[in-house]
């Protein structure tokens, strides 16, 4: 599975951007697919996941701010976010896993994108 984000850039504090993934390869297992971010120093963290049975989880710090949505016919993740904080300022990674037998899972990463909030 390959993953190729697209979207990120610099926006004002309160501002609006809209990330997008897109999936190739091997995708017609793939369960969840989201996004984490990784903040200079900091260790890379969840914002938002949602599963192919359309269960959703939001970081806290993101709530009510940020709109995950998936296109299974297209195999992408969007990531929409507003009111944008300087504290979201990260490199913002596409996230897709696919279960294996025995309950193992494979985890597969994008390059990353890079999301600058200014204040």
């Known amino acids: 599975v390959q993953l190729v984000e697209s979207g990120g850039g610099l926006v004002q504090a309160g501002g609006s951007l809209r990330l997008s993934c897109a999936a190739s390869?091997?995708?017609?297992?793939?369960?969840?697919m989201g996004w984490y971010r990784q903040a200079p120093g900091k260790q890379r963290e969840l914002v938002a996941r949602?599963?192919?049975?359309?269960?959703?989880d939001y970081a806290d710090s993101v709530q009510g701010r940020f709109t995950i949505s998936r296109d299974n016919a297209k195999s992408t993740v969007y990531l929409q976010m507003t009111s944008l904080k300087p504290e979201d300022t990260a490199v913002y990674y596409c996230?897709?896993?696919?279960?294996?037998?025995?309950?193992?899972?494979?985890?597969?990463w994008g390059q990353g994108t890079q999301v600058t909030v200014s204040s």
């Open positions: 996230y897709a896993d696919r279960p294996l037998i025995y309950g193992t899972r494979a985890d597969y």
């Open positions: 949602v599963t192919r049975g359309s269960t959703v």
């Open positions: 390869g091997n995708i017609f297992s793939i369960n969840a």
